[in-house]
Structure formats: C-alpha cells, structure tokens
C-alpha cells in the first residue's frame, strides 16, 4: 500500500454510474490545499461542471481527512464531507467527528470522491486498500441506527466504521445530513440528499494500518505541547466539564445567542432554560460521557431516558445546537423530549439547524393565522408543542402531506405558500439559519458571509463573549474593541477566524482544540504548524497555514460566484433582524444597523482583496493566490470582480 508521512499518498475515485473503482496520488492537490476541507473543495471547483444541479450525477461528494487525522494530535478525529450545495447550489462542507476519518487513513486513503449514480440503492464497502459497490436495497429506507447494524452483522465485522444517510436523505428531503457513527452528524448543505440523489445509503470502512510521521521525536514533543495546552485552558475545562452543553444554556441565553419563536426574541425565558440546562441532563439523564479519536475533551454525553413516554432510549452525541434549535426556537422545553427529537434527528438523518428553522416558521405562521390546521393536516402547531414537532419531523422525513412543504426549507417552502410568509423565512443564501446574529456583530458577520451558508463554523467565534480582554482581541486581530455591540474592526475577527478555520478543517483536528473558545489559549497557529511539520516532513508557519486557508477560501468564493452567481446582497442578515429589535433580556433593543454593517462589509472585502461592489474575487487576488486558472474560469462566465478597496 502506497504511504506517505501524514497523508495515505491514495485518493479513492467510485464512479457510481459504471461501477468503476479507481485511485489516484493525492500530491496532486496536498502541497497548495493540505488536506480535508481544502482539497474537497479544490476537486469540486475543477470536477463540477457550470449548470450542474445538486441532484444531477455530475455533482461530487468528497470526503476528506486531513495529514493530522487519526494521529496522536490531540483530537485528531475529523473528517469533512464537500459536495454542492443543495439548497443554492453554492459550496457545501460539513465536518464530524467520532472514528471513520482515522479509519478511512488506516485503510489507505485520504479523500473519497463520489460521482455519477447508480441505478439500484448501493453502499461502500472498503477494508484495507480495497474497495467495492455493493448492493444496499436490503437496507434502503431503514434508518441510520439499523442500517448500522445491519450492514455491521452481514459484513462479520463489529468493528468498522460508517457514515450513511437516513430516509430523509433517500427522500431528497434538502436538510439531510450524514450521519458518521450512529450519532456525530455532518450536517449543513444538504449532503445527505445529495447522497441520496446519487442511490449511495453510505460507506462503511475498517482499516488496520498507521498513519505514520516524519520526524517521530519532534511530533511527539509537538503532541505533548499541544496537550499541555489544552490542559491549562479555562476553556478546555468547560467543555471537558459539561461539553457545549454546560455554557451553550445559560452563558449562551445572557449573552443573547439563542434566538427564540423564528428570531422574535434573543432570550429565552428563565424558567425555560432553567428546565433545560445542563444540571437537570446530569442528574436525570447522564449516562456516560464519550469522545472522538485520541480526544482529551470528552465534550460527547451518552443520555438515558428511563421513564416516560419516551423510555426506553439511549443516545450518543446531545449537544447544545438542539437546546438552541428545537428549545429555543421552537420553545420547547421538556429535557426528554428534546433527548427524543436528537435521537430522531440522528435516526432519520435530518439536520436540527433545518428542522428546527422549518418547524418555528410553521409554528410562527400558525399562531398569525397564516396557516390553520387545515394546511398543516390537522397539526396544532403551538409554541412548544413537542408532540406536534415530532410528529412534523416523520412527515419532512417521508416527504408526506404538509411535511413535503417543509422537506425543501423555509425558502423554497414560502415561495411556494405565498400568504405573506415570506417575510418570517429565515435565511442565510437560501439555507434554513437558526442562530442569532443581533447581539454579537462579529458572530453575525461570520455566518452571514460564511461561504458554506447558514451556519457559524467558518468565520464566526465566540471572541466577543468568552471573557477574552480587549489586549488580546488588539494584540491578535488588530480589533480596538471586542464589545459585542461594536462594528469596529469585527471584520478582521472574522478574517482571521475564516482563514484559521480553513486551515484547520484541512488538517483534521477538531475546531475545539483552537481558540473558537478563549481565545490566547489551546492550541493556536504556532503550535498547529509544528504538529504539521513533524507529521508531513514539510515547514509550515502560522503565516503559510494562513495563506493555505486563504487560497482555499478563495476557491470556494470562485465556486459560489460561479455556481450559485452570490453577490453583495448575500452578505446582508435577514432583514428581520435589521427591522425588529430584540424584546427581552439583557440585549433588548440590539437590532442591526444595515448602514454600519455595510461599511463593516466593504473593510471585510478589502481585507480580502475582493471586489466591494459585487463581492466578487478579483484577478489580481487570484492570480497572487496561485489560483490564475480559477480567474480564467470566473472571466470566461463574465463573473470576475474589477475592483477592491484596501
């Protein structure tokens, strides 16, 4: 088997439509993209043809480590699942955790790339070096949990990994995602309905060889440094102590973050939350806590519900996005019930941020009157109803009755209603967005530009309100203040953040080794390059993981200009949260000033040498990038920006 230091050296190509198994050297794209993230996206930009639908053959599904995935680097577990988005057709990227990204390495490949489509419902099925289709029709329309298991006892082998589609994916439903060892969810952008499209229920993976290093000696320093710093976090130490569960409730409500009932408010009332919060999980429900690969955080809860008209069920994997999602924003908060929604988000391969967006527009339109039970076949879809959501849930997953309205998300679903609808459809680029963006501006301008679309991974952190003083927000970003409220500057938070950020998807370690929390601790750009110097053999710097990060932003924003035709007005927040204050709580009164945020977006667009006009890249930008081929492409479509203000 063909090896490398870091990287397996192998990119395995499965042509669903001929059947075709082929391999490739991945230093085609490793030495300018890294890995992961990067090199999905690069493969996208140069594989997908100009007018491809997301559910047409011709899209990709790549699946991507990186060179530090399934090493000793602390939590060195991920992997990232790249594909059109099928929404808006611009990038797609979700990332997720747990075991099947070291154990694609250790059975010899780095990427997965994923094309054409195949007649009848089909898996992967790779072990050591090989590979093969095989027929899955035995296992097409059961869900995550029993495809698992079923494909676990016809295989002999209890010990491989998977991740795979539900029946929302197989129904095309737009907020599927894939679910990677039964409950660590790569969600957002729709790729499990891509999947879908393309017959795939998944891949199923065991492996029994190394990632081997370059320098042995120096990454085993590396590894212990990065370890050490983690250990010294404040930051670490919460999320060890209670995962994103303990600060995501009541950290997360005073700092106005979890927007409730459809963005009506951005604080949850106290005896709400407080029936949520973490203590009442521990005391009632914990089980056992877990974690991904080699990962001293340990932020993954096993709950237990033992009682009620729940019991008996058990889950991996219960995270603060559900308290958000289908606490917050659909204001249910029964702690068992939100166990139940988790645990049939994760059966059915439903993404929360989608369900939980599709459901509180519903239950909005319900309480104005717009909708009646006549339209939602006999649901009564009152705030909080956890029977109704869950109910609602089944009916997008099969695509059935009023659920088919949903199945496609608020856009699509108010375009189709009309009634005025259109006006509670919260968007980001035409994807379902579930999270607040009033009261913290950075957060806001990370996930309204983030090319991926509706959702805080790529730019957004939690800068703002971790406690970091304003010495280490000037010191590290060059931002004169992290007040919340404040526009100064936020756009160089966001830069850094989106370049960080990239780098970091592209070498496989999770996002909460980094300083997305408390930032000036954990491990930081230093001590990333370090680990992939030692591990590759090649010198990386803080500054040429940046640059990496920036060229593989840089394909992405080629491929939404490209693809989905994104411009200036995609970068603006919805406009509820211009026109309407937040209520209650601590922020009330925060809105957005549409005219600060457009001069924060023309300083965002300098900062990355894009056209401040129409966003889009210019030649100049590309062409320093490395990237001249990518602006040949953008000119020849007549979509290549002209001008950029620094």
């Not at 490739?24 to 090199?39: D, N, S, V, W």
């Not at 756009?491 to 080794?513: N, P």
Request: glycine share 12%; aromatic share 8%; net charge negative.
């Amino acid at each position: 088997m063909e090896n490398s230091n870091g990287w397996t050296g192998r990119i395995l190509r499965v042509d669903l439509t001929s059947g075709k198994v082929t391999t490739e050297p991945t230093c085609r794209y490793a030495g300018r993209f890294l890995g992961g993230k990067g090199i999905n996206q690069a493969m996208l930009f140069d594989e997908v043809p100009v007018g491809t639908d997301p559910f047409d053959p011709d899209n990709r599904v790549i699946v991507g480590t990186g060179p530090l995935t399934g090493t000793l680097a602390p939590s060195s577990g991920r992997v990232t699942f790249g594909s059109m988005n099928a929404y808006n057709r611009g990038v797609a990227e979700a990332n997720a955790g747990g075991h099947f990204g070291p154990e694609c390495k250790f059975a010899g490949f780095d990427h997965i790339v994923i094309q054409g489509r195949s007649e009848q419902p089909v898996y992967l099925w790779i072990k050591d070096g090989q590979a093969e289709v095989r027929d899955a029709s035995g296992i097409w329309g059961l869900t995550t949990w029993q495809a698992e298991e079923r494909i676990q006892r016809d295989l002999g082998e209890p010990h491989l990994h998977t991740a795979l589609i539900g029946p929302a994916g197989e129904n095309l439903v737009r907020g599927a995602l894939v679910v990677v060892d039964r409950g660590r969810l790569a969600a957002r952008g729709g790729v499990g309905a891509v999947l879908g499209s393309k017959k795939l229920k998944g891949i199923a993976v065991r492996g029994t060889g190394t990632v081997r290093v370059a320098q042995p000696d120096r990454f085993m320093q590396a590894v212990e440094v990065a370890w050490e710093a983690l250990a010294r976090s404040r930051a670490q130490a919460t999320l060890h102590g209670g995962g994103t569960h303990l600060d995501g409730t009541q950290g997360a409500n005073r700092a106005g973050m979890i927007q409730t009932r459809n963005a009506q408010d951005a604080f949850w009332a106290q005896e709400k939350i407080d029936r949520v919060d973490y203590p009442v999980y521990r005391e009632r429900f914990e089980k056992r806590r877990l974690a991904c690969f080699n990962c001293p955080t340990y932020c993954s809860h096993v709950y237990e519900v033992r009682e009620g008209p729940y019991a008996p069920l058990v889950l991996e994997a219960f995270q603060a996005g559900t308290i958000w999602g289908m606490g917050g924003r659909v204001d249910i908060d029964e702690p068992d019930a939100l166990i139940a929604i988790h645990a049939l988000e994760s059966q059915y391969g439903l993404d929360n941020d989608f369900a939980s967006v599709v459901v509180s527009w519903a239950m909005e339109l319900y309480e104005l009157g717009i909708l009646t039970e006549a339209d939602t076949d006999g649901l009564q879809l009152e705030w909080g109803n956890a029977e109704a959501a869950i109910e609602l849930l089944g009916r997008i997953t099969r695509r059935e009755g009023f659920g088919d309205l949903l199945a496609d998300g608020v856009v699509r679903a108010s375009q189709r209603l009309g009634r005025g609808s259109e006006k509670y459809a919260m968007h980001i680029k035409g994807e379902d967005h579930y999270e607040e963006l009033r009261t913290a501006i950075g957060w806001g301008l990370g996930c309204v530009v983030g090319l991926r679309a509706g959702g805080h991974t790529e730019g957004a952190c939690n800068t703002e309100n971790d406690g970091t003083p304003d010495t280490v927000g000037h010191a590290w970003f060059g931002v004169p203040t992290l007040d919340p409220k404040s526009y100064e500057g936020k756009e160089r938070l966001v830069y850094w953040f989106e370049r960080y950020k990239q780098a970091l998807d592209s070498s496989g370690v999770c996002y909460f080794t980094g300083p997305i929390m408390g930032t000036g601790e954990r491990v930081g750009m230093p001590e990333l390059a370090e680990l992939l110097s030692a591990a590759t053999g090649q010198e990386y710097t803080a500054d040429s993981l940046l640059l990496i990060g920036r060229r593989a932003l840089n394909v992405q924003k080629a491929f939404n200009t490209l693809h989905a035709g994104f411009a200036r007005a995609d970068d603006l927040p919805p406009m509820r949260l211009v026109d309407e204050a937040v209520k209650t709580g601590p922020h009330a009164g925060a809105r957005i000033d549409l005219t600060e945020w457009n001069q924060m977006l023309d300083r965002y667009y300098g900062l990355h040498g894009w056209d401040h006009v129409s966003s889009w890249p210019t030649r100049k930008t590309l062409k320093e990038l490395g990237l001249a081929a990518v602006a040949d492409r953008l000119e020849a479509a007549g979509r290549i920006g002209t001008v950029a203000v620094s």
